[in-house]
C-alpha cells in the first residue's frame, strides 16, 4: 500500500536517519525545496546542513496521515506532527516523486504551525 510505504519514508526523516547523510542523499530529490515550520524556504543542501548538524532533537509523534495520489509517480502526503509532550504542533504535506531510480523521492515538504488541542 503506498500510504504506509511513503508513512515510514516520511517517518524516517523523524528519527535516527534524520543524522545519516547516505540516506538523505537517496531520499531527498536533488531539486527539494522546503518551507519549514518557521516560514524559511530551503533548499536541498540547507536541508541536509541543518539536520545533519542538529545535536539532539525531540522525538516527533506523527498521526492522521492522508494520501493523494497526483498521478503516475506522484502523490501527496498531510499528516500532522508534535513532539512527544504535545508541543510544537504543526501540519505537514510531503509531495513524493518515485525516481528513474526506482524508489520514491521527497521533492516538497512544508509545514504550518497547527492549533494546539492539548
Sequence with gaps: MLLEKLRLLECSLHDDRRNDREWLERLLHPELLEITRSGVMVDRAETIT?????????????????????????????????????????????????????????????????????
Design 50 to 118: 541543518s539536520l545533519l548538524n542538529e545535536k539532539t532533537a525531540s522525538p516527533i509523534i506523527s498521526s492522521n496521515f492522508r494520501l493523494t495520489e497526483m498521478g503516475v509517480g506522484c502523490a501527496m502526503l498531510h499528516y500532522r506532527t508534535s513532539y512527544d509532550d504535545g508541543s510544537r504542533p504543526a501540519l505537514r504535506s510531503s509531495c513524493w516523486l518515485y525516481s528513474d531510480k526506482g524508489h520514491w523521492t521527497l521533492v516538497f515538504h512544508q509545514g504550518t504551525p497547527a492549533e494546539d488541542t492539548a
